[in-house]
């Protein structure tokens, strides 16, 4: 579906300006421009043929597409779809992609990941008691993904290690390259399609049935553009689906710590899937949670999502400082089950010396896991 698909629900927007409550990049910048509301105009402007300023295709960049907006519209307008469908539409007339993502988009194609990685160096954090997961035949496959294959490799290592003594069958890719994800936040989706099938043909090839993910933007990718992209659908969990199923089912033991933590939902797992309890579950049994003030379907942005940070990166650590403070009111342990989250974070609470441990989900259970 392309920005036409939206027409009506574009046009349904009165312009109350409830949105404006709750965007992270209008709070943060208290610039009118970088609201859903002025998205929405612009994407007007692309329904009538109108030509758009380079300012205004920065405000339908600068957008998170954290679905806030869409919590509080009176109208249910899916603004985050038709900012990404807008997006598709400035690349198609060139307006876009942005100088920073098409570096992005020459290490994917390059590089086969997204943060211009050596692809030789992609295994370098895998344990050698784990590299025999590289061959093993199996139908399940953990997808590392590309941040935490070189930026957030604690996210892989525990991930991994999690897995193994959780007895879960699966296997790693040796040739894995990137998902796609930054393809689809950037609106070049005609290079996504490439990219997706020769996924998709080297899971078929291995005999993959079912996809495990550590990365709330490689779910979204897998579980929403692939079959919406080539009709494919593909049987995708992200960690916390499948551990708080083997937890309920008495098939994951962990011990209960006096450990104190708080709890940040990423958007592309929360507001867009709904996953809050599952976390919750895990991390309830493994400790004690102390919620943040802005917590599930109103949580606040870690400000990195869609492209942002590789595009304004000031703003971005702007936003993520807003989450940073608030999680010091709860506790000094700040846990989230999304890598590029983490990695925003964690990027900003030590830059501006904030007093936080910024911890991966998976860790966080590691170190309260019992073999079974």
């Not at 208290?30 to 007007?44: C, E, F, M, V």
């Not at 779809?81 to 876009?96: M, P």
């Not at 040739?175 to 936040?185: F, K, M, Q």
């Not at 830059?351 to 911890?359: D, E, Q």
């Amino acid at each position: 579906m392309g920005l036409e698909n939206f027409k009506e629900e574009i046009y349904s927007c009165d312009e109350c300006e409830v949105c404006l409550q709750v965007c992270p990049t209008y709070l943060t910048t208290n610039n009118k421009l970088y609201t859903p509301l002025s998205r929405i105009k612009i994407a007007q402007n692309l329904l009538n043929k109108k030509p758009v300023s380079n300012e205004m295709v920065a405000a339908v960049f600068f957008c998170t597409q954290c679905e806030s907006c869409e919590t509080v519209c009176p109208r249910k307008i899916r603004i985050s779809e038709v900012v990404g469908k807008a997006r598709v539409e400035l690349c198609k007339r060139n307006y876009a992609p942005l100088e920073p993502h098409k570096k992005i988009i020459e290490s994917i194609l390059k590089n086969q990941n997204s943060v211009n990685g050596k692809p030789e160096k992609r295994w370098e954090w895998l344990p050698e008691t784990y590299k025999h997961k590289l061959n093993v035949d199996s139908s399940t496959l953990f997808f590392v993904g590309c941040l935490s294959a070189y930026l957030t490799k604690n996210v892989a290592v525990s991930s991994l290690e999690v897995l193994e003594k959780a007895e879960v069958d699966f296997r790693l890719l040796e040739d894995e390259g990137c998902c796609g994800a930054p393809l689809i936040n950037f609106g070049d989706t005609d290079t996504a399609e490439k990219i997706f099938k020769k996924n998709l043909d080297k899971f078929d090839d291995l005999g993959i049935k079912k996809i495990l993910v550590a990365c709330a933007g490689c779910y979204r990718t897998f579980k929403k553009y692939y079959p919406e992209i080539t009709g494919e659908k593909i049987e995708i969990y992200h960690l916390v689906e499948l551990l708080s199923n083997l937890y309920k089912d008495g098939k994951l033991k962990l011990k209960k710590t006096d450990k104190i933590f708080t709890y940040h939902d990423p958007c592309h797992l929360g507001r867009a899937f709904n996953l809050y309890d599952e976390p919750r579950i895990l991390l309830n049994a493994v400790g004690n949670l102390v919620e943040m003030d802005k917590t599930r379907e109103n949580s606040f942005c870690c400000g990195a999502n869609s492209g942002v940070r590789a595009a304004f990166k000031d703003f971005s650590v702007q936003i993520a400082l807003q989450r940073i403070e608030e999680a010091l009111k709860k506790a000094d342990i700040l846990t989230t089950p999304c890598p590029f989250c983490l990695f925003n974070l964690n990027y900003v609470a030590i830059k501006n010396n904030k007093p936080v441990k910024v911890k991966y989900l998976a860790e966080i259970l590691l170190e309260s896991l019992d073999k079974p």
